[in-house]
């Protein structure tokens, strides 16, 4: 029997894990039944093995934490399903080659990785049109996204691989653009779209290169991002903050994460000085889950353009964290319980406080080139 619940003890407002017992009541005694931890948002999700004499027609069940109780009755079959599986729970660990340094737990990368780890996704700009790779162009106006033949970031692939081509793209923004916000971002904002790469279990790295360009408003003290992770719609805890992103601004590049549950905050966790009129390459590892005891995410800056991640400050600490969001409410017609974790999509582009200043005709634009997806 799968059962879920939300353990909410009374004067403990805290995300720590909680133990719940499930306990099944046998006579005049409570019998313990099943155990399960809550996520960062107090849920449980478990399976339970329920027995009760051949008359019964219900079972009383009684779910406890250290600070409070909750019963509930439910109707029991002589059938039902031979199969159980919490709808929270983390999948098995992904598999890949092992000669993929991916394929072994929290393993550091470099610059490039080896051939033997597979890439998922590849944009080096050379289609001047985004949408069959991004699915969607999430500007004002689709001309604010142009793609510049010459002058792209040099580096190789992901794996190591020659680029190709010396293409790049930019996105620009105009004071006054207003698409959901003053943005111009690649990326269809999909749970099921072509850059919803980011699942429950898996590892991926997102390499990525930026250049800020003299139009970049670097040094502004309001935020201003130019990559999110986010989580995916259609879904009932689809808005908010991302739950990962790569921000620039107050001279700065940075990291930002947000809780696994509903926010309309997020937190740095990590900055290094930035750039502009450079191409900086970038890659984020981390492990997609919505537990904090499972995901992390790790960031890579070369930021000093040599080819390599080994200077000082180039690499960010390990941190362990949730790095999904999971699913609120009870409407399942998206197709995702509650509880359930997210997917998150890939945004490239330009998205900032509306008051900064971008005036026309030039704007303010974010440079980005050979962007790929890589797993195991």
Request: a neutral charge; charged letters at 20%; proline letters at 6%.
């Amino acid at each position: 029997m799968l059962l879920q619940g939300t353990a909410c003890d009374a004067g403990d407002s805290s995300s720590a894990p909680r133990t719940v017992q499930v306990k099944l009541r046998k006579g005049k005694r409570w019998a313990t039944v099943a155990k399960a931890q809550t996520d960062a948002g107090g849920e449980f999700s478990v399976c339970a093995r329920v027995s009760v004499p051949r008359q019964a027609k219900v079972a009383r069940l009684r779910a406890t934490t250290a600070g409070g109780a909750g019963t509930t009755t439910v109707r029991v079959g002589r059938r039902g399903s031979t199969s159980c599986k919490p709808l929270n729970a983390s999948p098995p660990a992904e598999t890949g080659n092992p000669n993929c340094p991916l394929s072994q737990p929290a393993s550091d990368i470099g610059y490039t990785l080896p051939s033997a780890c597979t890439t998922v996704a590849s944009d080096t700009s050379q289609n001047p049109d985004p949408i069959p790779f991004y699915g969607r162009i999430d500007c004002a106006h689709a001309s604010r996204h142009q793609k510049i033949s010459s002058g792209g970031d040099p580096a190789p692939t992901a794996t190591g691989g020659s680029q190709g081509d010396s293409a790049h793209r930019r996105m620009t923004v105009i004071d006054g653009d207003d698409f959901w916000g003053e943005r111009c971002e690649l990326g269809i904002n999909e749970k099921n779209g072509p850059v919803a790469f980011y699942h429950e279990g898996m590892r991926r790295v997102t390499y990525a290169s930026f250049k800020l360009n003299d139009s970049f408003p670097l040094q502004t003290q309001k935020w201003q991002g130019v990559l999110q992770m986010k989580q995916a719609q259609s879904s009932d805890n689809g808005g908010g903050t991302p739950v990962l992103s790569l921000s620039a601004f107050d001279g700065h590049w940075s990291l930002w994460h947000s809780a696994p549950g509903y926010t309309d905050e997020d937190f740095k966790l990590w900055q290094v000085p930035a750039s502009k009129n450079l191409w900086t390459r970038i890659a984020i590892d981390a492990l997609y889950s919505q537990h904090e005891s499972v995901g992390w995410v790790k960031a890579y800056i070369d930021l000093n353009a040599d080819g390599d991640f080994e200077d000082a400050q180039e690499q960010s600490p390990r941190f362990q964290t949730n790095t999904l969001k999971y699913e609120t409410g009870t409407d399942t017609s998206d197709g995702i319980a509650a509880g359930q974790s997210i997917p998150s999509h890939l945004r490239v582009g330009m998205y900032h406080h509306q008051d900064i200043p971008c005036a026309a005709p030039v704007g303010c634009a974010v440079e980005a080139d050979n962007l790929q997806v890589v797993k195991p």
